[in-house]
């Protein structure tokens, strides 16, 4: 009786013991292979990050909605616009901007020239532009103005104050009217570069 319950509890410490193996060999970790794939995520990560950053500096599309910026921009052409040109420098003379007119939130962009800068004195006499008591030279053909608005008389132009106008002058309504006027810095929303399809 003594011998086969000591029998007994030696075959189950043998059975116990069977499953542990002190000497089975550890299983090696290829650190090749785990940084080949870290540097691999790493890549793709930075490549997603790199293109959003693009896309959101110069990627912002607004719509030309009307025939202001003609013949440069047409009705209904999609622009880019490089919304950081003015982080680092101003808005110049010559730049096509888009801004919300008046700080109204609930505008669509509005696409124009800017024409004077803070610290410009601007008017319009005979269908002519003057700054600074010059003939504004046009880099493109422009038709003479019929209505100079508010520009008939010399208007001198405060800090973060831009004059605008549609390349298509005639058939524009910007800076010399009321309902657009001044431009101010904080409504701009970059400058457009491209036309996109491109022509």
Known sequence: MITSISSFFSSL???RNSGLNFNRRRRKINFDKVRYVLIFAAEIAAVVLLAFGVVLAFGKQVECS???MEPTYETSDIL???????????PKTGDVIAFKPKSNVNASYSVKRVIG????????SN???????????????????????????PITLLDDQYFVLGDNRNSSEDSRYESVGFVSGEDIL????????FK
Do not use: C, H, Q
Request: glycine fraction near 6%.
């Open 13 to 15: 410490f043998r059975r």
């Open 66 to 68: 009307n025939a202001s």
């Open 80 to 90: 880019l616009v490089n919304t950081i040109a003015y982080k680092f420098a101003e």
């Open 117 to 124: 800068i803070p610290g410009d004195t601007i008017y319009i």
């Open 127 to 153: 269908g002519r532009i003057y700054l600074n008591d010059e003939l504004y030279k046009e880099n493109l053909e422009v038709e003479r103005i019929d209505n100079p608005g508010i520009a008939a008389s």
């Open 190 to 197: 970059g400058k457009v570069w491209l036309d996109f399809p």
